[in-house]
């Protein structure tokens, strides 16, 4: 796979990248862009973009630029710090290195080793990653949102009748999105359905308490703190839920016994009859079933 020189910088504020071929999705526009130069480079667009650096370490920029007449390739400190990564400089043999770091549970660990010229910039080799592939988008996509959500988000289809009907807004049809390059997040929550089970409803009347359904998730990506998963328990009847942030799926046990105890004193008119969990050996120890025996669940 071919390898393209890049300059590590940290004075730009975008990553301005040559070639289209990083690009996940790309917005086409012509804008002008500082440089070193002055305000003459033109961009073709921006979006996101993945590289790989020569080590393999993949660098995922939210908001690159696409320059093609850049006579350098340039990836910003501000992207590889936002991916989670440090960069520190290191001096061996009279000779200056930049080193990308990342912490893990056994301490700091050197993912890159970057040299330098002897004019001091520091580069590196970049590659693509080999299931990118791009997407062009529209130009015109925060004008389209705001007239989307402006008009009570009307499909795409109704959103091109109301602006060739009307004035008073710069949206042209030629510049409107496919269905497959927008997605409204309102519109796709409103659409939703979510219908009980007549059946079970019919054959299975449950009383609040009387069945609760229990699972754990995780691990959570980023951490909540020192939490790695959490669990959520829902009485089946009245939809009731809590959630518990464990950092161990081996603290599930006494969490669900806190629970249990919280639930009896507040509710004494209840019974907990059933507690329904997968198979997971948190939920399967002998130490699980005599407790539930002992309470008559």
């Known amino acids: 796979m071919d390898e393209e020189m890049c300059l590590?910088?940290?004075?730009?504020?975008?990553?301005i990248l040559r070639e289209i071929k990083y690009f996940q999705t790309l917005t086409k526009s012509k804008e002008n862009v500082l440089t070193i130069a002055g305000r003459d480079a033109v961009i073709a667009?921006?979006?996101?973009?993945?590289?790989?650096?020569?080590v393999g370490t993949t660098i995922t920029i939210e908001d690159a630029l696409l320059y093609p007449d850049s006579t350098r390739t340039l990836l910003s400190y501000r992207d590889i710090r936002k991916n989670g990564y440090h960069i520190e400089t290191h001096h061996q043999n009279n000779k200056e290195f930049l080193l990308i770091t990342k912490d893990n549970e056994?301490?700091?660990?050197?993912?890159?080793?970057?040299?330098?010229?002897?004019?001091?910039?520091?580069?590196?080799?970049?590659?693509?990653v080999q299931h990118v592939a791009y997407k062009v988008i529209f130009q015109n996509v925060n004008a389209f949102q705001t007239w989307h959500d402006r008009l009570g988000h009307p499909s795409i289809g109704m959103m091109r009748k109301i602006t060739s009907n009307s004035v008073g807004h710069s949206l042209t049809n030629a510049k409107f999105p496919q269905s497959s390059d927008y997605t409204c997040t309102a519109c796709a929550t409103g659409k939703l359905i979510l219908r009980p089970s007549s059946l079970k409803i019919k054959v299975e009347p449950l009383n609040f308490l009387e069945r609760i359904l229990g699972d754990i998730c995780g691990p959570i990506n980023p951490l909540s703190g020192p939490f790695r998963y959490f669990m959520v328990l829902i009485d089946?009847?009245?939809?009731?839920?809590?959630?518990?942030?464990?950092?161990?799926?081996?603290h599930a046990f006494a969490k669900i016994i806190v629970q249990v105890i919280k639930l009896k004193a507040q509710h004494l008119d209840y019974q907990i009859k059933?507690?329904?969990?997968?198979?997971?050996?948190?939920?399967?120890?002998?130490?699980?079933?005599?407790?539930?025996?002992?309470?008559?669940?």
């Open 8 to 15: 590590v910088d940290s004075d730009t504020t975008n990553s």
């Open 45 to 54: 667009g921006s979006r996101r973009a993945i590289i790989t650096l020569p």
């Open 106 to 128: 056994y301490g700091r660990h050197t993912l890159e080793r970057i040299p330098s010229t002897s004019s001091g910039l520091y580069y590196s080799y970049i590659k693509l």
């Open 236 to 250: 089946a009847s009245t939809r009731w839920s809590h959630v518990s942030l464990l950092s161990t799926r081996n």
């Open 274 to 297: 059933s507690i329904r969990m997968d198979n997971a050996a948190e939920f399967s120890s002998r130490a699980f079933n005599d407790y539930c025996m002992a309470l008559r669940i």
